[in-house]
């Protein structure tokens, strides 16, 4: 598996605070994705990387931003949380060797009170 | 564009029964198909995948074949196990280059002993 770590695994907020998660690989995979997990839904793609700085918005991208500013890292920021943010949110990532595979990292859960 | 529709759940199966979790897609060009799990309380991890039509993909005894004619890749598994029991996700990754994945709602499958 790759090594994927996600942090905080849990956060609770309050609505209108900023709100930072980090996505950590130790595998140099060139691409990083963000996903989000509510019920009903399955996951959907909020932004993905395809490059350090070169990021593109995904499905469900309003209220998000992100930044790679190296390989390893990508953040996903919350500029001002709203309630409908609660969920949980999966970083993946996948190597030029294997596109297609995507390796998720265990998740935040985050609550927007 | 492109959507992946999976069967409602929960299934709940006794230990060694026969498995089959619908999916279904609609989308342009010719997609990768995949299904991932989520054991509880973890990310996602690839099960499977099928890159083009005919293909069937398969690991620990779960099977599926990519059914252009009938834009279906359902899972199959012979004789489940109650380790079996997780949540079991349809995708597809759509044809930019990105290996963007679409998902299901996913399928919440019970195995009692």
């Known amino acids: 598996d790759a090594g994927i770590t996600q942090s905080p695994r849990h956060k609770v907020t309050e609505t209108g605070t900023p709100v930072t998660l980090r996505c950590h690989q130790t595998e140099n995979h060139r691409y990083m994705y963000w996903y989000r997990q509510d019920p009903g839904h399955g996951l959907r793609l909020i932004h993905y990387?395809?490059?350090?700085?070169?990021?593109d918005k995904g499905e469900v991208s309003d209220g998000y931003s992100v930044s790679r500013s190296k390989t390893e890292d990508f953040l996903l920021t919350l500029e001002s949380a709203t309630s409908s943010q609660t969920s949980v949110y999966f970083c993946a990532t996948a190597g030029l060797a294997d596109t297609d595979t995507q390796y998720f990292g265990p998740g935040t859960r985050l609550t927007v009170l | 564009g492109n959507s992946v529709t999976q069967m409602e759940g929960p299934v709940t199966l006794s230990e060694e029964a026969f498995l089959t979790i619908n999916c279904t897609y609609t989308a342009t060009g010719y997609p990768s198909l995949f299904w991932y799990v989520q054991y509880p309380g973890e990310g996602l991890q690839l099960l499977l995948k099928?890159?083009?039509?005919?293909d069937k993909g398969s690991n620990k005894g779960f099977e599926a074949t990519y059914r252009k004619e009938t834009t279906s890749f359902h899972l199959e598994k012979g004789s489940v196990q109650v380790s079996d029991s997780a949540v079991y996700f349809c995708a597809l990754s759509d044809a930019t280059g990105f290996q963007k994945l679409v998902f299901g709602t996913g399928t919440r499958l019970l195995v009692s002993p």
């Open positions: 990387s395809y490059g350090v700085k070169d990021t």
């Open positions: 099928a890159t083009k039509a005919d």
